[in-house]
């Protein structure tokens, strides 16, 4: 089979040999948030990301609808399309949106709903507005995907917990400290961690943390401990890498995840068990 075949998707069943559970696809002439902290000067495209899965023996993937695109996922569920059985998606979306359009977006391969909360003032997620909506992910099976820094997720994943929907935390919590036990905001959510609640963490772009292989270790033994295991653990690519494309690539983030990951069974139920799991591919 040629690298060009492998990017097709097949009636056959694709074997799972592993997920990337985070990356970005876009292209510069699409329309753009008004309200923005970047905007790409160069195309990513879904075959380039297939590509790359493909030259490091992983076959299936989660694209995440990059926050300056907004609200419109459909460059991702263009995607989604062509390669039902290769890619899922976490899409971005107002709390007002009808039970229609997320019934379309989950016939596309949506299975979770992005929130961006860097830099962000939080949102009332008690109101009836955020709880229906959360609700109505829950009913789905959906994920709400989460980009925050750790300081205070403590303090309203309880309230999006209420609603019954599994949450994912965005790339170690987003911390520039390491994750500190010492630290009352940190230990409150390892606390959340420990109690069995619904929240997965992405042991992904340490390098928006600038944490250096050591101290990611580090952090994933803190995650570890708290969770009592690796079960609530996912790797991603966060290919394309926005920002840091001078600093890192595809193949430096993979040859990073096996030096973070050399037990071969921990490696094989973050790459493949628990996503398998959670996304239901």
């Known amino acids: 089979m040629t690298k060009h075949d492998s990017q097709k998707d097949t009636s056959s069943p694709i074997v799972i040999t592993g997920i990337d559970t985070h990356a970005h696809i876009f292209r510069t002439d699409l329309p753009m948030a008004e ?21 490091h023996n992983i076959s299936h993937g989660v694209l995440v609808q990059p926050s300056f695109l907004g609200t419109d996922n459909g460059f991702m569920l263009t995607a989604l399309r062509e390669h039902p059985q290769r890619l899922k998606g976490i899409a971005v979306v107002d709390p007002s949106i009808s039970d229609a359009e ?67 935390i965005d790339h ?12 009352p905001a940190h230990r409150d959510f390892l606390d959340l961690l420990s109690s069995g609640a619904p929240i997965w963490t992405k042991i992904s772009a340490a390098y928006r943390c600038d944490a250096n292989l050591e101290q990611a270790q580090t952090m994933l033994a803190t995650l570890r401990s708290a969770y009592g295991h690796s079960d609530f653990l996912l790797w991603g690519s966060d290919w394309p890498n926005t920002q840091f494309e001078a600093q890192t690539d595809y193949p430096n983030q993979y040859r990073f995840m096996e030096a973070l990951l050399p037990n071969m069974d921990e490696r094989n139920k973050i790459l493949i068990t628990n996503p398998s799991k959670l996304f239901a591919f």
């Not at 391969?109 to 609700?135: C, H, M």
């Not at 980009?147 to 205070?152: G, L, N």
């Not at 994943?157 to 609603?163: D, E, G, M, T, W």
């Open 172 to 183: 170690f919590g987003r911390t520039l400290h390491g994750i500190q036990t010492s630290n």
């Open 35 to 55: 309200q923005r902290r970047y905007a790409p000067e160069y195309n990513a495209q879904a075959t380039e990301f297939l590509a790359q899965l493909a030259d």
């Open 102 to 168: 997320l019934d379309e977006l989950g016939k596309a391969g949506v299975v979770g709903i992005r929130l961006n909360l860097i830099k962000k003032t939080l949102e009332d997620y008690t109101a009836p507005l955020w709880q229906s909506f959360f609700s109505k992910l829950a009913q789905r099976n959906w994920v709400v995907e989460i980009q925050r820094e750790i300081d205070d997720l403590a303090s309203f994943l309880p309230a999006i917990l209420k609603s019954g929907v599994e949450i994912i």
